[in-house]
Structures are given as C-alpha cells and as structure tokens.
C-alpha cells in the first residue's frame, strides 16, 4: 500500500552509498527536488582494526582482502546531514525512503536495539548489539569456498561479497561471529528497522542480491539452506514488490524497562507519528527508475561501482553469463504498469569511482614516500583538472585498463597500462583513461 501524500507534502530520500551517504527532500506530487546534500561516511574499517576482530577465530589466519564498514559512522553521517536542514522544511516531510549499497549484509539484535535506541539524534548506544557492515567488495570467500556451497535455485552465480556467501563464510570460519544476534539484513534494513521499531524486512531486490532467493517464488531456498547448516532464523521477512511499501512509521515509542513509553521529541523536525518508513530497495534501480523514460532506454551508473542497465522486453532475449537478471518494480508509483513485471538485465563492474579513489590515495602515498606532503583534498581537483586538459577524441596517452577489483566474471583480472612512451608518461594521461567518458 502506498502512503497518502497530497501537494505540499514531502519525502525523504536516504542513499546509504559504499562511500557516501545522500540525501534528497522532493515534492511528493510534482517529484520537484528541494534539496540534495552528500557527505563522506569514512566507514571503512582498518585491517589492523578487523584483524583485531578476527583474533580468536583460530579459522582465520589473516584478513587480507575484507571489506567492513562500521555500522555507527553511517548512522552518525546521516544524522550530521539532517542536523543542517530547517526544520520549516523537515517538518513537511510526511514520508522516508532508503536505498543503499547491495549485497552487503549486517547482523543484530533486535531486542537490545529497541532497549537502547530512544533519541535518534544520538549515535547508537555501544549497548545495542549490532556487527559492522560486510561490504559487496569482500573478497574473503575464496572461489574453492563458493564452489563448496550448494546450487542456489534457480541457478544463479553467488560471489564473495554477497550476503549469503559471507554468512555461509562466518558460519563455518568464525562461528562466534553471529553469537547474540537475531536478526540480518542489509544496512538499509536496519536503518528502517530502527526508525521505525519494525519487522525486519528485506525488499526482493536488495534479497537477490545475496543469492538462494528465488525471485519467481519470492521466497528464500529454504531447503538448501537448512540442509547446509545455514543460520536461517536470521534472514529478514521478504516484502512485497510495490514502488512503496512500507516497514512502519516513524517510531513514536521507545522501550523503557520493559515498557512502551510515548516519545514527544521530532528527529530533526520531522514529526514522529504518521510519518511512513519505507521498506529499503537497492541503489541499482532506484538509480534507474530515476532516470529512465522509455523502455527500451540503457542507463549508465557510475559510482563506487559501475553499471551498465536496461529492462528486459522480451523473454527470449539471450543474456551473456558476464550480465545479471535482476528483480524490478512490479508497480510504478502513479500505478502506471509499463514496467510491471520486468526484470533488469545488469553488466555489473567492480571497477568504477572505488579505482579514482585508490589512484589518488597511492598518488599521496607516492608523494609521502620520498618525504613530501599533500592534502588528498588537493589532489582530487588537480588530477580531474589535468585529465580534462587531455583531448578525449583523440590521444596518444597511455591506455590504462583500471579493473583493479576484479569482476564477477573474472576474480583474477587485474589493471594494465599500455602504450606508455617516453613522451606521454605524464600524470594528466594516466588520470585521463581513469576518468569516465
């Protein structure tokens, strides 16, 4: 069911990205923007830090090639945004959608977090019990380990770094792991769980994207999974496919001793009851809703990672095993069905701003190392700068192959540079093959 929102009224969006999170505020009927702002979250966690984490499961010998993000830092980031906006303008806000980061997953524990989550303002209190983030970009699960794994139904690729791959992982390496928690989702998942003390729940598009869900039954491989020794009290409720379903409202209670006591406080002007909280879809096609027009329209989505989309028309349309079929909207948000029923077909690539980023952190790194000082703020426009010096129709500049993360397709593809001559070995022509056309 989708909320009733008239003219004046406002919705919140949240994209909790890999690297940062957004925010937009729109009119929910003319779809007009009122206001955009981003920050960096600086989540990541250090190897030092995560093999600190890992220290008494004896199965891990190293932590090389994890990816976790700390859950907290995401929370506060949003918090930190929302802090700048008017309340004249919060409190129009009658609805709140999240999106985010795919694949990934967090567990916790819904009973501590309901004791212990009361101002949403603050940061989460060090006594609810919730993991960090495993990202989409982990890298811990070794192409042996997914090949022990049972066929997911129907038959679908599951990567390191997908949800269930990495539960599969603890589950056998690091048991101690999920002690204490009850509940599993993606970050997404938990924001809404907690702004709105709801059932945890998991849209089918954020579902799929951690293998053994069957898109056509919307329901998990149940069987498979018991039969593997898979953790399964800890997968969320699958939701419906609506444009806008929604976990609850913004949360009017906290508990309190065991009780349910009114809260009276907004969340940043943003009036508590009858706000609604939607269930959390992936950032793959809230993107491409967005920007989409026609049906037979590609997008390209260049961010942390990088996509290449389009809706599948026709069933006997044949997909090359580098490409991924993913669940849609089964229903538009004005009720139009012209995307109803479709799936997306995805070229998904690893590699997309996560490599500018690694480029510029080794260029600091470079200039530190022979005993020299720079500012990877200052870098970031000077390289951009450099590069769009460069003519991009027609350059004898190095050709750089940037697949440093590998691609689903192939975990051990690496970057190469080629054609590199004495003449043309300068740092505009390297940044320019970094940068999307």
């Known amino acids: ?179 204490g928690y009850d509940r599993a989702g993606t970050v997404m998942d938990f924001f809404a769980t907690i702004l709105a003390r709801g059932r945890s729940m998991i849209s089918p598009q954020n579902a799929e994207t951690w293998g053994f869900f069957d898109r056509f039954e919307m329901s998990w491989n149940w069987d498979r999974l018991k039969e593997s020794a898979f953790p399964i009290d800890l997968l969320p409720a699958i939701s419906g496919q609506g444009c806008f379903l929604f976990v609850g409202h913004l949360r009017a209670t906290a508990r309190r001793n065991g009780e349910d006591v009114h809260l009276e406080r907004s969340w940043h002007g943003i009036t508590r009851r009858s706000v609604y909280v939607g269930v959390a879809y992936g950032d793959l096609q809230t993107s491409f809703i967005a920007t989409v027009q026609n049906d037979d329209d590609a997008v390209l989505n260049f961010s942390t990672s990088s996509q290449v989309s389009f809706i599948r028309t026709r069933t006997d349309l044949p997909i090359p095993s580098s490409c991924d079929v993913r669940t849609y909207f089964g229903r538009m948000p004005d009720g139009v069905e012209s995307h109803a029923g479709r799936e997306l077909i995805v070229a998904p690539s690893l590699n997309g701003g996560n490599v500018l980023t690694f480029f510029v952190q080794n260029l600091k790194e470079w200039v530190e190392s022979i005993g020299g000082t720079v500012n990877e703020e200052d870098i970031w426009p000077r390289v951009i700068a450099l590069a769009n010096e460069k003519n991009w129709a027609e350059s004898n500049d190095p050709t750089v192959k940037p697949t440093l993360y590998g691609e689903r397709f192939d975990a051990n593809l690496r970057a190469t540079v080629g054609n590199l001559s004495l003449v043309n070995a300068d740092l505009g022509g390297l940044a320019f093959d970094h940068l999307p056309s």
């Open 1 to 179: 069911m989708d909320p009733p929102l008239s003219e004046g009224d406002l919705v919140l969006g949240i994209d909790l990205g890999t690297t940062t999170v957004k925010i937009c505020v729109i009119n929910a009927v003319s779809k007009e923007i009122v206001l955009e702002k981003a920050r960096k979250t600086n989540a990541d966690i250090s190897t030092a830090d995560l093999a600190a984490s890992y220290a008494n499961a004896e199965a891990v010998k190293d932590v090389v090639g994890f990816s976790e993000q700390d859950v907290r830092k995401i929370w506060t980031t949003v918090n930190g945004l929302l802090a700048g906006v008017d309340d004249s303008l919060t409190g129009k806000i009658k609805a709140i959608g999240l999106c985010g980061q795919q694949h990934g997953v967090m567990f916790w524990n819904q009973a501590s977090c309901d004791e212990e989550i009361e101002d949403l303002h603050k940061d989460i209190p060090v006594g609810c019990s919730i993991s960090s983030l495993i990202t989409w970009q982990d890298q811990r699960c070794s192409r042996e380990f997914l090949d022990s794994l049972p066929q997911a139904e129907p038959k679908q690729v599951v990567a390191t770094g997908y949800g269930s791959a990495s539960i599969f992982w603890l589950a056998k390496n690091a048991p101690d792991h999920l002690n």
